[in-house]
């Protein structure tokens, strides 16, 4: 099946600092990627919605200057929290669908962020 | 706007029991459905998706317009079956249901 990867699995950052997290599709061109935040036994939230060449599209409440989404090619799309705080701290997932993966949305493994 | 409720945060039955894992969503048009499971400490796995209208690992999930309903279900419940299970709705992007934590004991 279709692949997914993220990079790092997980980042401890002091308050202030950004951080960047990577989402690649390994196997299959990813038109489109999401990307989503769970926060300890609560369920995944959608973020934002990216297609590639496109701005991304953020869900209602999620700061677009904060988190930057950049999906410049077909299998890499990346997260960047800006001046982290520690309310940022979370666990962050992305996932892919595209060309050789149908319809099916592929989740990443996801990125523990912690922000001292 | 789609939303999709589960009802049960948690669920325990013995092993060998049947397992019913509820979902219900509110969408006007046509949906797509899901069901995603996570083991701990693994990412989250596609389980199954009612147009595929298949069996994997014994669970089974149809589809019920009616009662906007698509309930996933395992006559049979295992130890390894021990997961928290997400029912998700997709139509442009794919929202999650709050999730069900399944535990089977032996």
């Known amino acids: 099946g279709a692949v997914v990867s993220q990079h790092p699995s997980w980042v401890i950052c002091k308050s202030g600092t950004s951080v960047k997290i990577e989402c690649r599709s390994l196997d299959f061109q990813a038109t489109t990627m999401f990307w989503y935040r769970q926060f300890p036994k609560q369920s995944l939230m959608l973020m934002a919605t990216?297609?590639?060449?496109?701005?991304?599209?953020?869900e209602q409440g999620v700061e677009k200057d904060k988190f930057l989404i950049n999906h410049a090619s077909l299998t890499l799309s990346t997260l960047t929290v800006t001046s982290a705080h520690p309310e940022d701290s979370s666990f962050y997932i992305c996932s892919a669908r595209g060309q050789g993966a149908g319809e099916t949305q592929y989740f990443g493994p996801g990125t523990r962020l912690l922000v001292l | 706007a789609q939303r999709v409720t589960q009802p049960e945060k948690l669920l325990s039955v013995f092993k060998g029991a049947p397992v019913e894992l509820k979902c219900n969503y509110s969408y006007s048009g046509s949906p797509e459905l899901f069901w995603y499971v996570q083991y701990s400490r693994q990412r989250l796995q596609l389980l199954l998706r009612?147009?595929s209208r298949e069996s994997i690992k014994g669970f089974t999930a149809d589809l019920n317009k009616g009662e906007t309903s698509f309930h996933l279900k395992k006559p049979f419940a295992q130890e390894e079956d021990s997961a928290m299970y997400y029912c998700a709705l997709s139509i442009n992007d794919m929202r999650f249901g709050a999730g069900t934590r399944l535990t089977v004991k032996p």
């Open positions: 990216s297609n590639e060449g496109s701005k991304a599209t953020y």
């Open positions: 009612h147009i």
